[in-house]
């Protein structure tokens, strides 16, 4: 019986993350209003749409007979994540106004560090 590494729960991890950057938006209105709301739910919106995109690209095949098309799509899967990161905080700079940069890459930077311990969610 061949026993195969299971795929990590790609979606769940993505409604954990879209959770915590709700409550962080929720805090950020509570602390200083709109301004910071909205910026901290981009920062992690920017988190969130290319790590999903990743880990759908990165998951799409399994098993040793293509272990080739596992390894270009991680590649794949990791080097768009960046490009998406990168066009989404110009896309932010360029026509949200205002914007808190506090709020924005708080956000950013909490949900990358959520993302450590994603794998402990089942």
Same mark, same amino acid.
């Given at each position: ?13 993505? %409604? ?35 790590? /999903? ?50 709020? /924005? ?10 993302? %450590? ?6």
């Amino acid at each position: 019986m061949a026993i195969g590494i299971k795929r990590p729960p790609i979606f769940k991890i993505f %409604c954990t993350q879209l959770a915590v950057s709700a409550l962080i938006s929720a805090f950020y209105y509570w602390l200083s209003g709109g301004v910071a709301a909205y910026s901290a739910l981009l920062g992690g919106l920017v988190f969130i749409i290319p790590q /999903l995109y990743f880990g759908i690209k990165a998951f799409m095949f399994s098993g040793a007979r293509v272990i080739d098309k596992i390894v270009v799509n991680f590649y794949k899967g990791e080097s768009s994540k960046i490009i998406i990161i990168v066009i989404g905080f110009a896309l932010i700079f360029t026509f949200i106004r205002p914007i808190d940069f506090f709020a /924005l890459y708080s956000s950013f930077i909490t949900l990358l560090i959520v993302n %450590c311990f994603s794998v402990f969610i089942k």
